[in-house]
């Protein structure tokens, strides 16, 4: 059963950078039938969906966060990873990341992450 | 970029009753268009994918329905369990959500 979990500090400071890995288990990440995903939720807010990876590098970002995040892959380790930089209070959220077939236009995210907060402040 | 637009934001409904919720599309997305379930502490959960496709060990009172820009996920008899927020998602990239239905049980 595939299953994924995120880690990574949960405390970050204001104008660093965000790191966070989800390791992939019960499954490979160099699966052609995957793409991997990064979603966020800020508290009191609804999802957003930042990036998503194919084990090959390619990558998708949201427009809204391009110029900050950064999605790679280790498919020795399976596991793909998160960097977004200059982070700011409105990058306070619970993580999470998550499977989506690489025929995404019939699929959705699943399965999830249990999410990981991260919290900006200084 | 396209924008998803849910309806209502919230609701209170009863054990027993039909729930409707319904995502508007900015743009046409054909049937490209998912649903989620969310509990406080928990991984959302893909109800319905496809628009109408029941992913597996979903229960049967879970429906998803219609194309183009007008969708919709029905529960055809609530259940306790089914307290949650509920989220549509479309599938043209760049990927979204619309902002969420609240479901309380009354």
């Known amino acids: 059963q595939l299953q994924l979990q995120e880690s990574g500090p949960g405390l970050v400071k204001p104008s660093e950078t965000l790191s966070l890995t989800c390791t992939v288990s019960g499954g490979s990440i160099s699966s052609r039938s995957n793409y991997w995903g990064w979603i966020r939720q800020p508290p009191g807010r609804g999802l957003e969906w930042i990036g998503s990876?194919?084990?090959?590098?390619?990558?998708y970002y949201n427009p809204s966060l391009k110029s900050r995040v950064t999605i790679s892959v280790d498919t020795s380790k399976n596991q793909f990873f998160l960097n977004l930089t200059s982070v700011t209070a409105t990058d306070t959220a619970v993580y999470y990341c998550a499977r989506l077939p690489s025929n995404w236009n019939y699929g959705g995210f699943d399965p999830w992450g249990l999410g990981t907060l991260v919290t900006v402040s200084s | 970029d396209i924008q998803l637009t849910q309806s209502p934001s919230s609701l209170s409904a009863s054990v027993g009753d039909r729930v409707t919720i319904t995502c508007r599309a900015s743009q046409i997305i054909n049937k490209y268009l998912n649903w989620y379930q969310h509990k406080p502490g928990k991984a959302p959960r893909l109800l319905i994918y496809g628009a109408s496709n029941l992913q597996g060990g979903v229960p049967s009172r879970f429906s998803g329905g219609g194309s183009g820009t007008e969708f919709s996920l029905t529960i055809s008899s609530l259940q306790p369990e089914d307290s949650a927020t509920y989220y549509c998602q479309q599938s043209y990239s760049p990927l979204s959500f619309g902002q969420g239905t609240r479901l309380e049980i009354k």
């Open positions: 990876i194919y084990y090959s590098g390619t990558t």
